[in-house]
């Protein structure tokens, strides 16, 4: 059985001028990697509707799952949801049961439940709510769409609810060899055993050390009895360095 699969779309103007750097994508690929999910795709926006309405389309309809980080804030400039909303052509408002989380989480906080709070209330028709440990506020799944927080431990924790509804394959596994050459010089090699191994995925990357140039080959694959022998194979073309 194939994996599933799955891109991620960062939202948010902060990534794209470099106020922010992004940590949620490597987050993901990570824990998607245990789960049994590919991750395919990954693509930054910015706050503009249009912009995040074609992207979500775009890969929503192309990858099993995706996974959107920023823009569900209380903020003028999230407009996340309402993006989502309109990919999907559904209506969106304020929803009872992610109202009432939100009301008694700023009433025991002491904190006004104002407008601008009451925002994050506002979930797109047929969504289901995603758990949020951290601050309440709730991410949602739509379709095939899952909606987080840019906030990195928020993330997470939504990350943590949203992977155990979801069905995974079989754990990626990977090995790699550190070989002290060049990649012009152990390309062909190596391009003709990965075609002896089409299941497995591998890679190739350079790097310089000392003045010196090496080359980190990596093998992937779902079967261990696979990437074991292709390994072998690697080791007795190349050695151990």
């Known amino acids: ?122 979930i797109p028709d047929g969504a289901a709510l995603i758990d949020n440990p951290v601050s309440t506020a709730p991410g949602f799944t739509l379709g095939n769409v899952h909606v987080m927080a840019g906030v990195p431990n928020i993330f997470q924790a939504m990350v943590a609810s949203v992977l155990p509804t979801l069905t995974g394959g079989a754990p990626l596994l990977s090995q790699s060899l550190q070989v002290n050459r060049g990649e012009g010089e152990i390309a062909e090699a190596f391009g003709a055993l990965a075609a002896d191994f089409p299941e497995l995925s591998m890679g190739s990357y350079p790097f310089i050390r000392n003045g010196a140039h090496g080359t980190n080959l990596v093998i992937r694959g779902t079967d261990g009895a696979q990437v074991d022998a292709a390994m072998a194979r690697l080791v007795a073309l190349f050695g151990q360095g």
């Open 1 to 122: 059985m194939t994996n599933p699969t799955a891109a991620m779309l960062v939202i948010g103007d902060e990534i794209l001028s470099g106020r922010t750097r992004d940590s949620n994508m490597h987050h993901l690929a990570n824990e998607l990697t245990r789960h049994g999910i590919r991750m395919m795709e990954a693509r930054v926006v910015a706050d503009v509707h249009e912009d995040i309405v074609a992207a979500v389309n775009a890969l929503r309809g192309r990858w099993d799952h995706v996974f959107t980080s920023g823009g569900i804030g209380p903020t003028h400039d999230d407009i996340t949801a309402d993006a989502v909303a309109a990919a999907f052509g559904v209506g969106i408002g304020i929803r009872e049961d992610a109202r009432a989380l939100l009301a008694a989480h700023y009433e025991r906080a002491g904190l006004e439940f104002n407008a601008a709070r009451q925002r994050m209330a506002r």
